[in-house]
C-alpha cells in the first residue's frame, strides 16, 4: 500500500514538475495545485498501512470502526491533510484570482513576454 | 501553566484587529488607530514577556491544556521574546511611516488588514512549538504578503507576484510534506518531543532513528533557504522588493526572510542537524558554502546594480549569508551572533528602505544616474540614512559591527575546522557593503542635484504634514539600531542566554514536556556514550 502510494505521489510529482517547467501561467498553476496534491497523498502514506501482519497472515484491515481491529490506522496525517488541504485551497483561489487579474492587465499569460518587461538595469559606468 | 496563556494574545491580537479593520473599510481613520494601537500593544506584550522571564525562562501555553507531545504548545522564550519584541517594533515603525502614503488608497482599506494578518502570521511562527503549526503560520504570513505584494495591480507587480506566489508555494508544499515524513518517523511534530528523540536517536518504539532522517532535515533546510533567500535559491528577491510599494518592500526586508533563519535556528541545532544526525555532514558542509557564496555574491551583485532599491535588495540577500554563517557554525555564541545580527537587521534593512522611499519621493527616482545633491535638499534624511548605512556596513559604536564582531571571531576561533574562510569572506563582505552604499551615498547624497526641476522641495504646508509620519517612522528605526549598538553589551547578553541551550535545549524541553524528560547523556569510555532516560514515552533503552 505504502509502495503503491509512493508510486502515486512519484508520478504526481512528475507530471506536476513537468507542467511547472512549461512557458505558459495556466499550465504552471496547474501544476502547483498538483504538487499539493501530491504532497497530501504523501501525507496520508504517514498514518501507517492498513495491511498488517495479524497471527502471521498478512491481512488487510478494514476501516477501525467497522472490524475490532486492534491497530487502528494513525488518524494524525489526516488531520493534517485536511489543514493542508483548507490551505491549498486558499492559495489556490489567490493564484486563480491571480491569474484572471493578470489576464484583464495584459490579454496573454505567456511568462516570457511578462518576464521580459522588468529585467533589472544594470549600471555601466559610475 | 494556568497563568500563562496570556502569551496567545500576541497571535490573538493582530488577528482581531485585522478581523476589525476588514469590517472598519472605508472609514481609514479607525483602521490606523486600530492598527497602531494593537501594534504598540504588541510590542508591550513581547517586552513585558521579556521582563518577565528569567535568563534560562521559558512560557508555555498548552492550548485546551492537552498535555505537550498530543496539544499544540504555544512556546515563549528568550529567542522568542527578541524576536518578537523587534519584530513588532520594526512592524510599528513601518506601519507609522506608511501613515501618509499613497498605497494605503490604492488598496482600498485593505492595506491595514493585510498588514496585521502578517504580524499574525509572523508571530505566530516565532511563538509556535510544533512543526506543522510553523507551517500553518508561515501559510498566514505568506497568503498576506501575496495580496501586499500585488496591492496596486500594476502589470509588473502581477508578474512579480505570479514569481513570488510560484516559488513560496512550491517551497510550502516541501515543507508540508517534510513535517509528515518527520511524523513518519519520529511520531511527533512537537520541537521538544523532536528534540528528544533526536537526542536519543531513537524513535518512541525504541527503533533507531532512520538514516533517511537527514534526508528530511535537508529538505527542511530547502524550504527554510527558500524564505530565508540563501544563496542558490535567492533569485525571486530582488525583483519582487523592486516592484511593490516601499513600506511593503521595508516590512518584508525587515521580516519575511528573518522568519526562515529564525526557523533554522530553531529547529537545526536541536532537531534537524543535532551532532549524531549531523554524521552525514549534509548540514555541515552544505550551510558554510550558501552562507559564505550568499555574503559574496550578494555584495558583488550590490555592486552591478544601479537603483537604490535594488542595491538594497541585493545587500538585504548578502547579510543574510551573515545570519547563515553563524548557524554553519553552530556553537552557542555564534548563534547568539546570529541572533543578535538578526535583531539589527531587521531594524537597519527597514530603516534603509524606508529612507530609500523618501529618497524616491524627494528626487521621483532611485536610480543612481538620476539623483543628487539630496545632502542640501534633507539633511535629516542624510543622516538617518548615514546611521543607518554605517550599522549595515558595521563600524564599531553601530550595531552591525556587535554582530560581526562576535561571529567573525567565533569563526577565526575555530579556524581548524576552515571557519577561517567564512571569516574571511565575512569581512570582504563589509567591505562590498561599503563600496556599494558608499556609491549610493555618492550618487545620491552628494553632487549636484541631477536633472533640474525634477528634484523636489518639500516647501508647502501640506506636504510638510504628509512628510512628518515617515521621518518620524525613519526615526524611531534609527534610535532603535542606535540603541541595540550603544547598549550591546545588554542586549548581547540576552541573545546569548537566548542561544545558551539550543544545542542541548534542556529547560525548553522541561518546560513543554515537564522536567525529567531531556535525557542526559552519561559519557561512557572515550568516544560512545550511553543514554540514560530520565521519563520518556518510549521507555527504557
Known sequence: MTLLIAICVAVIFGVSIYLLLGRELKGMAMGLFLLSHGANLGILAMSGQPLRVVEEKTVLLGPPILTQASIPVDPLPQALILTAIVISFAVTAFLLTLLVATYRRVNHLAADELANDDRPTVLTTL | MDGSNWIVLLIVVPMFSAILTTMLRGWAPAQRFITVVSLIACVALAIGGLASLGSNGVIVSQAGQWPAPFGISIVFDQLSGLLLAAASFVALCVYVYGLTSKEQEVGRGWYHPLFMLL?????????????????????????????????????????????????????????????????????????????????????????????????????????????????????????????????????????????????????????????????????????????????????????????????????????????????????????????????????????????????????????????????????????????????????????????????????????????????????????LTLLALGRVWIRTFWGPEHREGVAERIENVSDRIAVAPMYVGLAMLVIGSLTLGLGAEFFQGRTSDATAELNEPRSYVAAVLGPGAWPEIVAKGDESTSIKVANTHGGDH
Not at chain 2, 149 to 164: D, H, N, V, W
Not at chain 2, 355 to 371: F, M
Request: glycine fraction near 10%; charge should be positive.
Open chain 2, 119 to 431: 504580524m499574525m502570521g509572523v508571530n505566530f511562527s516565532f511563538l509556535t512549538g510544533d512543526i506543522f503549526n510553523l507551517f500553518v503560520a508561515f501559510e498566514i504570513m505568506l497568503m498576506a504578503s501575496y495580496a501586499m505584494m500585488c496591492l496596486g495591480g500594476g502589470k509588473q507587480q502581477l508578474s512579480q507576484c505570479y514569481k513570488y506566489v510560484m516559488i513560496n508555494l512550491v517551497g510550502s508544499t516541501f515543507f508540508v510534506l517534510g513535517a509528515a515524513l518527520i511524523y513518519g518517523m519520529t511520531g511527533t511534530l512537537n520541537y521538544a518531543d523532536l528534540a528528544v528523540c533526536v537526542a536519543q536517536s531513537t524513535m518512541p518504539g525504541g527503533t533507531p532513528l532512520p538514516s533517511a532522517f537527514g534526508a528530511v532535515a535537508m529538505m527542511l533546510l530547502f524550504v527554510f533557504a527558500v524564505k530565508a533567500a540563501l544563496f542558490p535559491l535567492w533569485f525571486w528577491l530582488p525583483d519582487t522588493y523592486h516592484t511593490c510599494s516601499i513600506t511593503v518592500a521595508a516590512l518584508f526586508a525587515g521580516l519575511l526572510t528573518k522568519v526562515g533563519i529564525y526557523s533554522l535556528v530553531r529547529l537545526s541545532p536541536m532537531a534537524l542537524a543535532a551532532p549524531n544526525i549531523r554524521g552525514d555532514g549534509a548540514f555541515a558542509t552544505i550551510l558554510p558554502f550558501a552562507a559564505g557564496l550568499t555574503m559574496i555574491l550578494g555584495g558583488l551583485a550590490a555592486l552591478s546594480m544601479r537603483e537604490t532599491r535594488r542595491v538594497l535588495a541585493m545587500l538585504l540577500i548578502s547579510h543574510i549569508g551573515y545570519m547563515a554563517f553563524g548557524l554553519a557554525i553552530m556553537t552557542p555564541t555564534s548563534l547568539s551572533g546570529t541572533v543578535f545580527y538578526m535583531i539589527q537587521h531587521m531594524l537597519v534593512m527597514a530603516a534603509l528602505f524606508l529612507a530609500c522611499g523618501l529618497i524616491e519621493r524627494y528626487q521621483r527616482s532611485s536610480d543612481l544616474a538620476e539623483t543628487g545633491g539630496l545632502y542640501r535638499q534633507a539633511p535629516w534624511l542624510s543622516v538617518f540614512f548615514f546611521v543607518a548605512m554605517i550599522s549595515l556596513i558595521g563600524l564599531p559604536p553601530f550595531s552591525g559591527f556587535f554582530g560581526k564582531f562576535l561571529l567573525l571571531k567565533e569563526g577565526f576561533r575555530l579556524s581548524s575546522q576552515g571557519y577561517w574562510l567564512l571569516s574571511a569572506l565575512g569581512l570582504c563582505t563589509g567591505f
